[in-house]
């Protein structure tokens, strides 16, 4: 048998035996059987010494062929089994995905924030101010500069917690309207603000009737503001809080502080304007009352009614919410029932 | 008001239908309560004649009628009404039939006979109670005589009209009335409107030489009285009784009904006054005297008030001005000879006597929002007339007029410019003067200029503003275009303070506790607890209830209020903050200051119990962890230390902590008082309350970069036996004091005060982390530090080294 066919030979045999090892133990001793200083290759080498000067080159080249040939066996041997040793491991390791993720304390704001903070971004992203005012209030602001002077009729629309005769709860943000007024400086620019808080009225608790809930106030002023302004900055807001697919109709109404005065309706979110219980058939929803400063407010806070003037608005954030979740009892915001307050949890 | 379709269409050529009709209304005028046809939801409800009645052989108050219903046999019914009678005309409902309520009428048997269908009472057909004539309250409903048997009772009985609703605002008195309604109308519809005029026929003697009025003209600008004798009293005509029902009022006879309808119709609220009971001929307008009585109509009797405008006759008052009148000298059975009020009285006089005497009707509701001033005269004609026809009263010959200020008609200039400037519109002067001349407004057009003459009936038009509002209402306000307001850019941002107080929020959701909203008005017990400064109460002078009747000083005892309400609902765990203000008030002040605060309340555990986490009930040292989080994201600037405080009466006096900031006390944490916990019916709950203007006042840290050192940190552990009431704090304070210049962090690792410690004694073990920004450290520096701190926390501190 010549050295070449010793060597064919071989590797036949030893790709035979490394196909059959079963473990990284087996190929170790493998590898060391064949490929070892005592292995049949090296003592196949050793025989070379008697081939001829001619002959012996190529056998060499031959035996490294084979030598290359086994190691490369021996490696994707070992290869193999590891993975397979490591796919062993991880099946060992599955759990059932299924199981509940380890719960994590998480708090949620009040679904009342949530609205005034939509409101606020979208205002600030109009360029208005965002203020706040006091809760407790002199009459002079909550209702003498808003053009309701004492014994005013509809001072009997407002029931009022009174503190003594001239300190009051607020029972509108609208004061912030002459808190505001007073003090802007006209030569710096228009006044566009909103004003957001917590108002009072006094009221017996049920489930239509709060006698704390929020308001938000809006107001602009400047030299050329129109009742369209009005218009197209309320169909925003109704956009906003509630889809583009809302519209929103102004209906006439009085407040002493505007004139013209309107309220706002929306489209019904239940029956989406067709009509249905919700909207008493009218398909659209009063949301939120509006108009035209009146010239008396502008007056009384020492604007020039001639040469300015603007829009106001009231939101109510309570009525919104109830409206866009279908909350049927305004107590629920201020009971703070854990299970009522986690439930507002999109963002957005 | 409810507002008659019929009688709008009277007087105005409407194609509209009545739901249409109202929702223009809402859009352009005053909001619609909705719209009601009587007759809806009502079938086979027809005209019966009784032909003969017997009593029911088992019942002492049933009779069985034999009812002829235009059908070729009469039914038989059984009624138990007392006022059936043969040869009425009743209201039946067929077997099949619907009646109110959605209740449906079938053959039965009434103790064993037979009975198909029912005679019915107003009330079973729908009509509220307080609307159905005296006579018919307590039986079934007698149809007039040429009712023809078989009918549909519904127009007989005006109830296929459709009452629409109006809510009508402060400002829009002349819309409670018929004739404020169709100027409305005529405008929004632009059709001309015809309003018919009275034309008294008038009798007898002047009626001066029998009447004497003495007014106070500053309390009734107004005040005019006709005199009708010979009066027939009897049930109004049917027309009459639907006009008046169909609006909420009850029939009475033909006198009342009279003043109540010229009401309705004109807005003008009148009075008639039985003559004869007067006493003598002079009729004074006045205000009451101490110690008058008056028992009005209603026969309630009244204390009057030295403000309440009263007529009163030589004896005392017979009226509450513009409110009801007395009883004594009432229309009753009997009267004759009728005097006839038409007046205006002082608005807020009647406002404030309303609400004294909780008297709010037709009249003072008309009188308070201002009646149209100049159809006085003709309101009490139109009444005077009817008398005559319906009454056969002869009217006596003139008026007595005791005041007649008529105001002069509003003149308003304003220019076309100006109302699309403010509408935002491009209105032609066409379009601007024809709207107000629909209104019934005079209009004079000189350039860019309206000089408009209002009508006096439109009390509320003073100003510009007040035209502009009718001009943009019925001009649509469907039609306005929707801009944004256009000017010089503003900056919309937030300021320092509101920023803070969104991030003060977001950061306690982060921490796991869910923003509530709580009841700033408590009771005063609740507004004193949890005091972190001294103040005055702050008490309302008039509250709804004990529960809500003083403004809170703390914000902590709301959280306990909405923690006492979960817990009576089974929901155990609870995490709640809020931020809000509290109010506090100094002797002498009546208003006080506001300040905001932040608190939070944990009771229960934080992290939820779940399949492989056991539940952690919420303790001290949590709570802490999640102010000193909040606290750090806030970045104040300065050391936020942590002091024992055993004195707040509300809170346990081991477990709870001043906070402070550079060592100024911004509020507290800790346990409640177990008392305070069995107070609001609550487990152990633990609660912080921060003063979160103090916190926003703080100067801040500035963020800046700090290099992460490359070199190796070295950590030493140290284990110490300390006496208990050596705090971990003063050892932290040593240890950094004295740790040498490479000491990075001291973390304490274990507290144990078990059986293998000394009596007074714990044990506290330390991790000091040592490391140099600019080079590897070696060992040896490092044990000579921590050699060094190790001394003296022995000589310092007492300390056993372990």
């Known amino acids: 048998m010549s050295l070449k066919d010793k060597l064919s030979e071989l590797r036949q045999r030893g790709l035979a035996d490394i196909k059959e090892s079963s473990d990284l133990k087996d190929v170790n001793q493998v590898r060391v059987q064949l490929l070892g200083k005592k292995g049949p290759i090296t003592e196949v080498l050793r025989g070379m010494r008697d081939l001829d000067a001619e002959e012996r080159p190529k056998v060499g080249a031959f035996a490294n062929e084979i030598r290359d040939d086994l190691a490369n066996a021996l490696a994707k041997r070992k290869e193999e089994l590891e993975k397979a040793v490591l796919n062993a491991q991880l099946a060992k390791e599955t759990i059932d995905v299924t199981l509940p993720g380890t719960p994590v304390a998480k708090g949620e704001p009040h679904v009342i924030q949530q609205i005034v903070d939509q409101i606020e971004d979208l205002f600030l992203g109009m360029g208005y101010q965002v203020l706040s005012g006091p809760e407790v209030e002199e009459d002079k602001y909550n209702f003498e500069m808003m053009n309701l002077p004492k014994n005013h009729p509809a001072r009997d629309m407002q029931d009022t917690f009174y503190i003594t005769k001239e300190i009051l709860m607020r029972t509108q943000t609208s004061p912030m309207q002459a808190r505001t007024l007073e003090k802007h400086d006209f030569s710096k620019g228009p006044l566009k603000m909103i004003s957001p808080g917590v108002v009072y009225r006094r009221d017996t608790d049920d489930p239509t009737h709060s006698h704390q809930f929020h308001q938000v106030e809006g107001l602009v002023i400047d030299k050329h503001v129109t009742m369209a302004d009005l218009k197209g900055t309320l169909q925003v807001l109704a956009h906003e809080l509630f889809g583009d697919k809302f519209d929103v109709r102004l209906r006439p109404s009085y407040f002493p502080f505007t004139e013209p005065s309107v309220e706002a309706d929306i489209t019904c979110f239940n029956c989406g304007g067709k009509g249905c219980k919700v909207c008493k058939n009218t398909g659209w929803i009063e949301v939120l009352g509006a108009g035209m400063v009146h010239p008396n407010v502008l007056k009384m806070a020492g604007v020039d009614p001639d040469v300015y003037g603007g829009f106001a608005f009231g939101v109510g954030p309570d009525r919104f919410a109830m409206l866009k979740y279908g909350v049927d009892d305004i107590r629920n915001f201020y009971l703070n029932d854990v299970r009522f307050l986690t439930q507002f949890t999109k963002k957005g | 008001m409810k507002i008659s379709y019929n009688w709008i269409k009277e007087y105005l050529d409407l194609n509209v239908k009545p739901a249409d009709l109202a929702e223009k209304i809402e859009r352009t005028s005053v909001e619609v309560d909705g719209v009601t046809t009587p007759s809806d939801g009502l079938k086979k409800i027809v005209v019966g004649h009784v032909l003969s009645l017997e009593a029911h052989p088992d019942s002492d108050h049933l009779h069985v009628c034999q009812v002829d219903v235009g059908e070729d046999?009469?039914?038989?019914?059984?009624?138990?009404?007392?006022?059936?009678?043969?040869?009425?005309?009743?209201?039946?409902?067929?077997?099949?039939?619907?009646?109110?309520?959605?209740?449906?009428?079938?053959?039965?048997?009434?103790?064993?006979?037979?009975?198909?269908?029912?005679?019915?009472?107003?009330?079973?057909?729908?009509?509220?109670?307080?609307?159905?004539?005296?006579?018919?309250?307590?039986?079934?409903?007698?149809?007039?005589?040429?009712?023809?048997?078989?009918?549909?009772?519904?127009?007989?009985?005006?109830?296929?009209?459709?009452?629409?609703?109006?809510?009508?605002?402060?400002?829009?008195?002349?819309?409670?009335?018929?004739?404020?309604?169709?100027?409305?109308?005529?405008?929004?519809?632009?059709?001309?409107?015809?309003?018919?005029?009275?034309?008294?026929?008038?009798?007898?003697?002047?009626?001066?030489?029998?009447?004497?009025?003495?007014?106070?003209?500053?309390?009734?600008?107004?005040?005019?009285?006709?005199?009708?004798?010979?009066?027939?009293?009897?049930?109004?005509?049917?027309?009459?009784?639907?006009?008046?029902?169909?609006?909420?009022?009850?029939?009475?006879?033909?006198?009342?009904?009279?003043?109540?309808?010229?009401?309705?119709?004109?807005?003008?609220?009148?009075?008639?006054?039985?003559?004869?009971?007067?006493?003598?001929?002079?009729?004074?307008?006045?205000?009451?005297?101490?110690?008058?009585?008056?028992?009005?109509?209603?026969?309630?009797?009244?204390?009057?008030?030295?403000?309440?405008?009263?007529?009163?006759?030589?004896?005392?008052?017979?009226?509450?001005?513009?409110?009801?009148?007395?009883?004594?000298?009432?229309?009753?059975?009997?009267?004759?000879?009728?005097?006839?009020?038409?007046?205006?009285?002082?608005?807020?006089?009647?406002?404030?006597?309303?609400?004294?005497?909780?008297?709010?009707?037709?009249?003072?509701?008309?009188?308070?929002?201002?009646?149209?001033?100049?159809?006085?005269?003709?309101?009490?004609?139109?009444?005077?007339?009817?008398?005559?026809?319906?009454?056969?009263?002869?009217?006596?010959?003139?008026?007595?007029?005791?005041?007649?200020?008529?105001?002069?008609?509003?003149?308003?200039?304003?220019?076309?410019?100006?109302?699309?400037?403010?509408?935002?519109?491009?209105?032609?002067?066409?379009?601007?003067?024809?709207?107000?001349?629909?209104?019934?407004?005079?209009?004079?057009?000189?350039?860019?200029?309206?000089?408009?003459?209002?009508?006096?009936?439109?009390?509320?038009?003073?100003?510009?503003?007040?035209?502009?509002?009718?001009?943009?209402?019925?001009?649509?306000?469907?039609?306005?275009?929707?801009?944004?307001?256009?000017?010089?850019?503003?900056?919309?941002?937030?300021?320092?303070?509101?920023?803070?107080?969104?991030?003060?929020?977001?950061?306690?959701?982060?921490?796991?506790?869910?923003?509530?909203?709580?009841?700033?008005?408590?009771?005063?017990?609740?507004?004193?607890?949890?005091?972190?400064?001294?103040?005055?109460?702050?008490?309302?002078?008039?509250?709804m209830s004990v529960d809500h009747a003083v403004l809170r000083m703390n914000v902590v005892s709301g959280l306990l209020d909405d923690i006492a309400y979960n817990s009576a609902r089974k929901v155990k765990d609870v995490a709640l903050y809020e931020q809000g203000r509290v109010f506090y008030r100094e002797d002498g002040n009546d208003r006080p200051s506001e300040e905001e605060h932040i608190a939070g309340a944990i009771t229960g555990t934080l992290m939820p119990e779940a399949w492989n986490q056991p539940a952690q009930p919420v303790d001290f040292f949590q709570m802490k962890g999640i102010v000193a989080a909040y606290l750090k994201d806030m970045v104040v600037n300065g050391d936020v230390t942590y002091e024992p405080n055993a004195d707040m009466p509300e809170m346990h006096p081991g477990r709870t902590a001043d906070v402070l900031v550079h060592g100024h006390r911004i509020g507290f944490l800790g346990q409640i008082h177990p008392l305070i916990a069995k107070q609001f019916k609550i487990g152990a709950t633990y609660v912080f309350e921060l003063n979160l203007q103090a916190i926003i006042d703080m100067p801040k840290q500035e963020n800046q970069y700090d290099v992460i050192s490359r070199y190796p940190a070295i950590t030493r552990d140290i284990a110490m036996l300390v006496d208990d009431d050596v705090t971990n704090d003063q050892v932290v304070a040593l240890i950094e004091r004295r740790g040498g210049a490479f000491l990075q962090s001291v973390k304490l690792f274990d507290v144990y005060d078990g059986v293998k410690v000394p009596k007074g004694k714990k044990s506290l073990a330390y991790t000091l982390t040592y490391q140099d920004k600019h080079e590897t450290l070696v060992d040896d520096a490092v044990t000579q530090a921590f050699d060094k701190v190790s001394k003296r926390l022995e000589d310092d501190l007492g300390a056993q080294i372990r």
């Open chain 2, 73 to 543: 046999e009469p039914l038989q019914i059984v009624c138990g009404a007392p006022n059936v009678a043969a040869g009425q005309n009743v209201i039946v409902a067929l077997p099949g039939s619907r009646i109110a309520d959605n209740v449906k009428i079938k053959k039965s048997k009434m103790r064993g006979v037979p009975s198909a269908g029912m005679i019915c009472a107003l009330q079973e057909i729908g009509f509220p109670e307080d609307v159905v004539p005296k006579d018919y309250v307590d039986g079934i409903y007698v149809l007039p005589e040429d009712a023809t048997p078989g009918d549909a009772v519904y127009d007989y009985l005006g109830m296929n009209d459709s009452l629409i609703d109006l809510d009508v605002t402060p400002n829009r008195g002349d819309m409670l009335s018929l004739y404020g309604t169709l100027h409305d109308l005529a405008a929004i519809y632009d059709k001309p409107v015809k309003l018919d005029h009275p034309e008294v026929k008038e009798d007898g003697t002047a009626i001066a030489d029998q009447l004497a009025v003495h007014v106070d003209d500053a309390l009734s600008p107004q005040y005019r009285m006709r005199l009708v004798k010979n009066v027939k009293l009897a049930p109004s005509p049917m027309w009459l009784q639907i006009r008046l029902w169909n609006a909420g009022m009850r029939p009475i006879n033909n006198v009342v009904d009279i003043t109540n309808y010229i009401m309705l119709k004109y807005g003008q609220p009148l009075h008639a006054f039985d003559y004869d009971k007067f006493n003598g001929e002079d009729v004074y307008v006045r205000t009451a005297k101490a110690g008058e009585k008056l028992t009005t109509l209603d026969e309630n009797d009244h204390d009057l008030d030295e403000n309440d405008i009263v007529i009163a006759d030589q004896k005392g008052p017979i009226a509450l001005a513009g409110v009801m009148g007395g009883l004594d000298a009432s229309i009753q059975d009997g009267t004759t000879t009728v005097a006839i009020e038409s007046a205006v009285f002082e608005h807020d006089h009647i406002r404030k006597a309303a609400q004294r005497h909780n008297l709010h009707t037709d009249a003072s509701q008309r009188f308070e929002r201002g009646v149209n001033q100049a159809g006085v005269q003709e309101a009490l004609d139109a009444a005077a007339q009817m008398m005559n026809e319906l009454a056969d009263g002869e009217v006596q010959k003139g008026s007595v007029v005791g005041s007649s200020n008529i105001p002069d008609s509003a003149v308003i200039d304003i220019t076309l410019t100006h109302v699309n400037a403010i509408l935002g519109t491009e209105l032609t002067m066409d379009q601007v003067s024809h709207i107000l001349e629909s209104l019934g407004f005079e209009v004079a057009v000189n350039d860019d200029t309206l000089t408009v003459t209002v009508a006096v009936r439109r009390n509320d038009i003073h100003i510009p503003a007040d035209l502009l509002e009718e001009i943009a209402r019925i001009y649509g306000y469907d039609q306005l275009p929707a801009t944004l307001p256009t000017g010089r850019m503003t900056m919309g941002t937030l300021t320092m303070k509101q920023r803070l107080m969104r991030a003060t929020r977001h950061s306690l959701e982060g921490l796991g506790l869910n923003q509530a909203i709580s009841y700033a008005l408590t009771t005063e017990e609740k507004a004193k607890m949890f005091m972190m400064q001294d103040s005055e109460t702050t008490n309302l002078a008039w509250p």
